[in-house]
């Protein structure tokens, strides 16, 4: 069994910046995918980022490209999606996830976080 908990969302004005974590226990995340992804009211759950066992690849879903940027620290089973020029669009619950490969699809993920808020203001 593996637990996700996302932490560093909150409020911000649109223009600035975010750091979120996902820190992961009960597994050791090297040997995963991490993925982020999004909940805005009303909507679907959207895909924002994802890291290869590695992080040698990464995907961005094009809404966030050049804006956001996911990292992982293996060593600390801790991964990271810093968030830059964010925009009120961006406000959502980001979730945490892990998948045994890379993936855009809620599906594919094996094991979800619990969500934090962000919320950006026009």
């Known amino acids: 069994q593996v637990q996700l908990v996302e932490s560093g969302g909150g409020l911000v004005q649109a223009g600035g910046s975010l750091r979120l974590s996902c820190a992961a226990s009960?597994?050791?995340?090297?040997?995963?995918?991490m993925h982020w992804f999004r909940q805005a009211p009303g909507k679907e759950r959207e895909f924002v980022a994802a890291?290869?066992?590695?992080?040698?690849?990464?995907n961005y879903a094009d809404s966030v490209k050049g804006r956001f940027t996911i990292s992982r620290d293996n060593a600390k089973n801790t991964v990271y999606l810093q968030m830059n020029s964010l925009k009120p669009d961006d406000t959502a619950v980001y979730y945490c996830?892990?998948?045994?490969?890379?993936?855009?699809?809620?599906?594919?993920?094996?094991?979800w976080g619990k969500g934090t808020l962000v919320t950006v203001s026009s």
């Open positions: 890291a290869g066992w590695n992080g040698a690849v990464m």
């Open positions: 009960g597994r050791t995340i090297s040997t995963y995918a």
């Open positions: 996830a892990l998948g045994r490969w890379l993936s855009y699809t809620v599906q594919a993920m094996d094991y």
